[in-house]
């Protein structure tokens, strides 16, 4: 079974800065997905960025990348230039590949930006 | 990125009654789920919803407390029956389709508190 550990309790960065947000994982399967999500107090889950098990590079979507690292199973996601409106909980989220396969939540961690 | 609308967004209920949940999605989808997140916690898989076929529940989660409809590939609903203030939670339902990739998308969520 997938595990999915986050366990910084909360961050908290100065506007415009950069954060990194610390996520680890637990699989022996080989090949997987691992996911970020965005809920900001609202309660809507807004789907972040996608790295899989097998890609070469590094996911980035605009100002978000994710940190793979395979070897030590981590999938840590790094906000860059850092927002007001990036105060929000953050979960990470892993898939083993193929049918039936359940999404698998870690806990969550809250970002708070300061202006 | 995908369109997935939830009525009602939100509902105070008293105990003992029922309240269904309906979910929209913008096009045709094999898969749909549905979640529950408690206060604080992360989210937890209810149950999967195919269409043509019976809900697929998660241990700790019967059809009898959560019933779930699946009439066509763009609709479903989750009931929660005979509520307690136990299931004050938000509710989300999620999708997925094969040509976007295994990422799920999820809707805005029904926050619903039970006096």
């Known amino acids: 079974a997938q595990k999915i550990t986050q366990t910084q309790p909360g961050m908290f960065v100065q506007e415009k800065e950069a954060v990194t947000l610390d996520c680890t994982y637990d699989?022996?399967?080989?090949?997987?997905?691992l996911f970020w999500y965005k809920q900001p107090s609202s309660g809507e889950m807004i789907f972040l960025i996608y790295?899989?098990?097998?890609?070469?590079q590094n996911a980035t979507e605009g100002r978000y990348s994710l940190n793979f690292q395979k070897a030590r199973k981590s999938a840590n996601l790094v906000i860059s230039a850092s927002q007001l409106g990036d105060s929000a909980m953050y979960f990470c989220a892993m898939r083993i590949t193929g049918a039936n396969s359940k999404l698998t939540f870690g806990k969550g961690i809250t970002l708070s930006v300061r202006p | 990125s995908a369109v997935i609308s939830q009525k009602p967004s939100r509902d105070i209920c008293q105990r003992g009654t029922s309240l269904t949940i309906q979910c929209q999605v913008d096009?045709?989808?094999?898969?749909m789920f549905w979640y529950r997140q408690q206060p604080g916690q992360s989210l937890t898989l209810i149950a999967t919803a195919n269409q043509g076929s019976e809900a697929t529940y998660e241990s700790g989660f019967v059809i009898d407390k959560f019933p779930i409809s699946r009439p066509n590939l763009t609709f479903s609903t989750l009931t929660v029956s005979n509520m307690s203030p136990e299931d004050s939670s938000i509710y989300l339902c999620s999708a997925e389709w094969t040509r976007r990739g295994e990422t799920q998308y999820f809707g805005p969520g029904t926050r619903l508190l039970v006096l």
């Open positions: 699989t022996s399967d080989p090949s997987y997905g």
């Open positions: 096009s045709q989808v094999t898969m």
């Open positions: 790295q899989g098990s097998y890609d070469q």
